[in-house]
Nanobody, 122 residues
């Protein structure tokens, strides 16, 4: 059974930092990339970042470039999203998902976690 479990969300002031974790089981990093998506209030779910944990290839949405960093600990089957310089517009539920790189971005292939709430106060 494929499971992705997010953790690390919370309430933080603007300019602060959080680290999200995505613990993956039931699939291997050899087969899929892992992506972080987010869905803010009244908005569609959008891709934030993704990583091929074998090759190290990464992708970042323009809105988070220079502030967020994606990384993996392959021994722990875990992908992290390090978020610095958080802004109120980063407020959203953050989800991790199995993904494939398509061109310069990546797309989900299904298998979603339950999400973790990130709230940034101004």
């Amino acid at each position: 059974e494929v499971q992705l479990v997010e953790s690390g969300g919370g309430l933080v002031q603007a300019g602060g930092s959080l680290r999200l974790s995505c613990a993956v089981s039931g699939l291997t990093f050899n087969d899929y990339a892992i992506a972080w998506f987010r869905q803010g209030p009244g908005t569609e779910r959008e891709v934030v970042s993704c990583i091929n944990a074998i090759s190290g290839l990464t992708y970042y949405a323009d809105s988070v470039k220079g502030r967020f960093t994606i990384s993996s600990d392959n021994a722990k089957n875990t992908v992290y999203l390090h978020m610095n310089g958080l802004k109120p517009e980063d407020t959203a539920v953050y989800y991790c998902t199995a993904a494939l790189f398509l061109g310069s971005s990546c797309a989900t292939v299904g298998f979603w976690g339950q999400g973790t709430q990130v709230t940034v106060s101004s």
